[in-house]
C-alpha cells in the first residue's frame, strides 16, 4: 500500500495498469489512512482492470468532450457552458464528484436569475459530458436530474420598433460619449439588425458571414445555418445589399463583420440594449437577437407565403420547427380558415 506523509497528512499513491492514482487522505491518523487507501485501491483495480475505465479529473473530461465537438456549429455553444462549470467546481477527479454537489450548481444557477431554458441547456451539456466519458471509456461522474425547458412567448418586433431599434442605433445621431469607436460599433450594431431580418438569421449566423458567401452578380447571399439546420441561398433585399455593399467598399478580410466574428467571440446581449434605448416595449416580452428571427418567419406567414418556402427561408431542416410560428399567431390562422371555408 503507497501512503506517505506530508506536513502531517497522509497520501495514497497507487499505479495500477499504468493509471495513476494520488489522494489525500485529509487525515493525519495512520490507521484511517490505510482503511481508506484499501478502499481506494480495491476500487482502482475495479475500475481499470474489471471496468477498463480510466479515471480524468473534470478538466481532462471537458476537453476530451470540446476536442470532439471542434467542428460542430454548436462548439462555441459547449464551449460556453462548460466554462460555467469549470468555473463551479472543482477539478476533481470525474468519478469522486457527488451528484448532490453538482445538481447544486444547477439550482444555484436558478436562484442567481438565469433563464430557466438556459439552465435547461446547461444541465443537458452536463449529461452529454457524462456519456462522453462513458462512450470513450472514461470514468463517469453523475448524471443529473433533466430542467424542464419552458415554451416562451414568440415576441415580434413591430416596424415602428424596428425603426426606433435602427435610430437608437444610428451612428450620425448625437449621444452621450461620442466617439469614433462608438460610431463604428453602433454602425455595426445597425447593420447586423438589418442582417437578422432580412435574411432571418440567428445572431452567430448574421456575425459570421463571409464575403465569400456573398455574390453581387446574382444578388444572392449564402447563409451557413447553425443548430444542423440546411444552409439557405437568398436573395438580397434592397435594403440588405446597400448595408453589404457599403461594408464591402472597406472591408479588411473574409469577415463581413470583423469585430463581431467568431474569432472575437461575440455576444449578443448588445441587442437587448439597443431595445432598452429604443424604448421598446418590454411589457410585451423581452427582446433578443432571436427576436428578430421569430419576426421575418412571422412577416412572411402574415404575407401569405407558403409554410413550406417559410421553412427553406430559415433553414429548418424539419417543418415542426417552423409550424410554431403557426402555434404563435392562432387568431389569425382561424380568421384566415373562416375566410376559405366561407369563401370570402
Known amino acids: 500500500m503507497s501512503l506517505h506523509q506530508r506536513n502531517g497528512i497522509w497520501y495514497w499513491r497507487k499505479m495500477v495498469d499504468g493509471v495513476l492514482f494520488n489522494r489525500s487522505t485529509k487525515t493525519e491518523d495512520k490507521k484511517l489512512a490505510e482503511t481508506m487507501a484499501k ?87 452536463w449529461n452529454a459530458l457524462v456519456n462522453h466519458c462513458k462512450a470513450n471509456k472514461l470514468s463517469p461522474g453523475p448524471l443529473l436530474d433533466r430542467v424542464q425547458s419552458k415554451r416562451t412567448r414568440f415576441r415580434i418586433i413591430t416596424e415602428q420598433e424596428e425603426a426606433a431599434m435602427l435610430a437608437a442605433t444610428c451612428p450620425n445621431a448625437k449621444y452621450p460619449g461620442k466617439t469614433a469607436t462608438s460610431d463604428a460599433q453602433r454602425q455595426d450594431n445597425q447593420d447586423v439588425l438589418v442582417c437578422l431580418l432580412h435574411l432571418g438569421a440567428r445572431i452567430n449566423e448574421a456575425q459570421n458571414l463571409r464575403w465569400s458567401d456573398v455574390d453581387f452578380a446574382n444578388n444572392t447571399v449564402l447563409v451557413r445555418r447553425l443548430k444542423n439546420g440546411d444552409d439557405t441561398l437568398l436573395m438580397m433585399t434592397k435594403a440588405l445589399r446597400a448595408v453589404l455593399e457599403r461594408r464591402y467598399a472597406t472591408k479588411i478580410d473574409n ?51 407558403d409554410i413550406r418556402k417559410v421553412q427553406q427561408f430559415l433553414g429548418h431542416k424539419n417543418i415542426s420547427s417552423t409550424l410554431v410560428y403557426l402555434h404563435a399567431m392562432p387568431s389569425e390562422v382561424a380568421a384566415h380558415a373562416v375566410s376559405v371555408f366561407d369563401g370570402s
Not at 462555441?76 to 445538481?103: C, D, G, I, R, Y
Not at 431595445?275 to 401569405?304: C, I, N, Q
Open 255 to 305: 469577415w463581413v463583420f470583423p469585430t463581431k466574428s467568431e474569432t472575437y467571440k461575440a455576444h449578443a446581449q448588445w441587442v437587448t440594449t439597443v431595445a432598452k434605448r429604443a424604448g421598446v416595449d418590454f411589457e410585451a416580452g423581452k427582446v433578443t437577437s432571436h427576436t428578430f428571427r421569430h419576426s421575418a418567419a412571422t412577416r412572411l406567414l402574415r404575407a401569405g407565403m
Open 39 to 125: 478502499k481506494w485501491e480495491h476500487e482502482a483495480v475495479k475500475t481499470v482492470v474489471y471496468d477498463g475505465e480510466r479515471p480524468v479529473t473534470l478538466y481532462e473530461a471537458i476537453d476530451s468532450f470540446l476536442g470532439e465537438r471542434k467542428h460542430l456549429p454548436s462548439y462555441t455553444s459547449a464551449s460556453q457552458h462548460m466554462q460555467h462549470w469549470k468555473n463551479a467546481l472543482p477539478n476533481e477527479k470525474m468519478k469522486s464528484l457527488q451528484k448532490h454537489k453538482v445538481q447544486a450548481v444547477v439550482t444555484r444557477r436558478l436562484a442567481e436569475g438565469a433563464a430557466q431554458n438556459t439552465v435547461s441547456v446547461f444541465v443537458t451539456y
